[in-house]
């Protein structure tokens, strides 16, 4: 196994096991300031918006990266997450990181913020190496 993929290595439910792998649906950001990487992908028909990686540490949704699906086209998204060091799950229960859907507002706070976990997607994403 690539040593850099164990670093921060999402096991989905069912797969293969080592001994040092973590729990099924979790990610693992290493110590120090290395930036973890997640892909995902969304289906033809998904609703067109604004979709937000977010970590919910408990207390807040915070905004870990964000991607625009277009209407009617499936398509891939990868995201470039800072973290603390730490093992994080995968959906939208506290200390977990999900894929949200975007809500647009018009008014006097005009524009994108977070709006409702969408399962779909958080269950499509997985580690990836530096992508550049």
């Known amino acids: 196994m690539n040593e850099r993929l164990r670093e921060f290595l999402l096991v989905p439910t069912g797969s293969f096991t ?73 959906g939208a229960s506290a200390g977990s990181i999900a894929v949200y859907s975007g809500k647009f507002s018009v008014g006097g706070r005009a524009g994108w913020s977070i709006d409702k976990p969408d399962a779909e997607l958080t269950r499509t994403m997985f580690p990836m190496t530096d992508p550049h």
């Open 18 to 90: 080592t001994p040092d792998a973590i729990r099924p649906g979790t990610i693992r950001s290493p110590e120090g300031s290395q930036p973890v990487y997640v892909g995902g992908s969304w289906k033809p028909g998904t609703k067109a918006g604004r979709y937000y990686v977010v970590l919910n540490d408990g207390k807040a949704l915070q905004e870990l990266a964000s991607f625009d699906v277009v209407a009617q086209l499936g398509g891939t998204f990868v995201a470039k997450l800072e973290l603390t060091a730490g093992t994080y799950g995968l």
